[in-house]
């Protein structure tokens, strides 16, 4: 059986109008008048407090299939009506129900209120700096002639600077001829921090040098120095070195150069983490450029065998 037509059985059994239900359920006539008529449903209170004026369960009013309980409803007349209250203080008006609207939340705007603040404050602090350490560019009427006008600074040349870390894989310092090399003669260069010394040699150190260039075909003769025959223009030799190009200015280690006249330039190939006991690198070969060819400068390897 529907709900609408339980709570019409029910209040006929009680032999209650739809005034007198309404009234005990605090609703009005036509609450309950849409509820027999099944046009809508009681909210769960009004279920729960009908169960208890028709004396039935609530799983009767709500579930269709439910059997009545045994025994019916109670055929109790209804109560009476509660007698009115006594004289006195009218009773304090009820508050409105709750119109369904969640309160507003505050912190959304206390929040953005607090980062309007903290920038405004920046700001301030910003503009107090500004201020404070502004110092006025033009100088004074008085000096404004005496000071003397700034040069523009050249740009930079970056092909200049420019500065290529590479690491080759055998320890190997390619030797570059000194422009502050002497006319004539051998010379050795020392080069310790920012210093730059230099001397020559004795005939007893000079004849155990060229001992040493012998085998690649380099000879000497008085004073003047030859590959194959033919007179050297440079020839320049890196005993020692720290591993820096020797034109970035931070080469640190010990060279000896020769400059005079002449179609060959040579350099020599040292292994620097292979000394000897003189303390300078193992000599591995030697290199020679003709500076006669038009075709620029190809500088070719020779080594002792080739001369055995």
């Known amino acids: 059986m529907p709900l609408a037509d339980k709570i019409i059985e029910l209040r006929k059994k009680q032999g209650w109008s739809q ?67 006594q004289s006195g203080p009218a009773p304090e008006p009820e508050a409105p129900p709750p119109t369904g609207k969640k309160p507003r939340k505050k912190w959304p705007w206390i929040l953005a209120a607090a980062v309007v603040l903290v920038i405004a404050l920046n700001w ?12 006025d560019p033009t100088p004074p009427p008085f000096l404004a002639e005496e000071l003397p006008q700034p040069s523009p600074t050249p740009a930079p040349n970056m092909a200049e600077e420019a500065v290529t ?7 190997v310092q390619e030797a570059v001829a000194d422009p502050d090399a002497v006319e004539d003669g051998m010379t050795e260069y020392v080069y310790e921090g920012e210093s730059v010394t230099a001397g020559g040699f004795d005939e007893a150190t000079l004849a155990a040098i060229a001992a040493e260039y012998a085998p690649y075909g380099i000879t000497c003769e008085d004073g003047r120095w030859y590959y194959e025959g033919q007179p050297i223009r440079v020839f320049t030799d890196v005993l020692t070195s720290n591993g820096e190009s020797m034109t970035g200015g931070h080469f640190q280690g010990t060279m ?53």
């Open 19 to 85: 005034i007198d239900l309404a009234d005990r359920l605090d609703v009005s006539r036509q609450s309950v008048s849409k509820w027999e008529m099944a046009q809508a449903v009681p909210e769960l209170d009004k279920i729960i407090k009908m169960s208890e004026l028709f004396a039935v369960t609530t799983d009767y009013l709500l579930k269709d299939d439910t059997p009545m309980p045994e025994g019916g409803p109670t055929d109790a007349p209804p109560p009476p009506p509660e007698e009115p209250p």
């Open 124 to 135: 301030a602090l910003i503009a107090a700096g500004v201020l404070a350490y502004r110092v």
């Open 165 to 171: 870390d590479t690491v080759t894989e055998e320890p």
């Open 256 to 308: 000896r150069n020769f400059a005079g006249e002449g179609d060959i330039d040579v350099r020599t190939v040292r292994d620097f983490q292979h000394c000897g006991a003189d303390g300078n690198g193992a000599l591995l070969y030697i290199e020679t450029c003709d500076i006669r060819h038009d075709s620029g400068a190809v500088w070719m390897e020779h080594h002792a065998e080739e001369h055995h």
